[in-house]
């Protein structure tokens, strides 16, 4: 959502800051990924801390594709790259919030199912485009859930931010399935498993 939202909006303001630095953007995804990972590791001691590394994280995950533009290195692999280290970091958070409550099983069972749901919402995009339907719909795209993660870490309010995420999470994959269905439904794809 947010992403559709912006778009490439933030390419201008930030594309002197990245031509200035002009290193490969697969560096800002390898960096952002081991903030990210440290994210994970310091929100199962410290709320607040892992709340500001998740959002140092993400601006550097952001920082990745708008140097791949503006510099004229867009990759497949870039791409690709991004992809799955965007996935272990996602595992990463959350695990590291279901660390932190880890004496509260509703709180375990959220966080773990927030995560099911984060993994089936990337999972069905790529199976939709390896379909050769796209696949961007739903509330709850990587983006909302950095954010939501990091308000909730650094207001102390994991608990209910993982009830909202958990809920909205699964629901963006209902979403997902029913863009596909509709896409094939009209297109005559075979709707087989």
């Not at 990210?36 to 709340?51: D, K, M, V, Y």
Request: proline fraction near 3%; include cysteine.
């Amino acid at each position: 959502m947010i992403s559709s939202l912006l778009g490439h909006s933030l390419d201008k303001p930030f594309a002197p800051l990245v031509r200035k630095i002009n290193i490969n953007p697969n560096i800002f995804t390898v960096f952002g990924f081991a903030v990210t990972a440290a994210a994970g590791a310091a929100i199962s001691q410290n709320l607040r801390l892992g709340g500001a590394l998740i959002l140092a994280g993400g601006f550097l995950d952001m920082l990745d594709g708008i140097a791949a533009r503006t510099n004229g290195r867009v990759t497949d692999f870039g791409a690709f790259l991004d992809s799955v280290l965007d996935r272990y970091s996602d595992a990463f958070l959350f695990l590291g919030a279901a660390w932190y409550l880890r004496e509260d099983l509703t709180g375990v069972v959220l966080s773990t199912g927030t995560l099911v749901g984060a993994f089936l919402i990337s999972y069905s995009r790529a199976r939709a485009e390896g379909l050769g339907k796209e696949c961007k719909s739903g509330l709850m795209e990587r983006p909302e859930r950095i954010l939501l993660l990091a308000l909730g870490a650094l207001t102390g309010w994991l608990l209910p931010v993982l009830w909202a995420m958990f809920f909205l999470t699964h629901i963006t994959v209902i979403q997902r399935l029913y863009h596909v269905w509709s896409l094939m439904s009209k297109g005559g794809g075979s709707g087989q498993a």
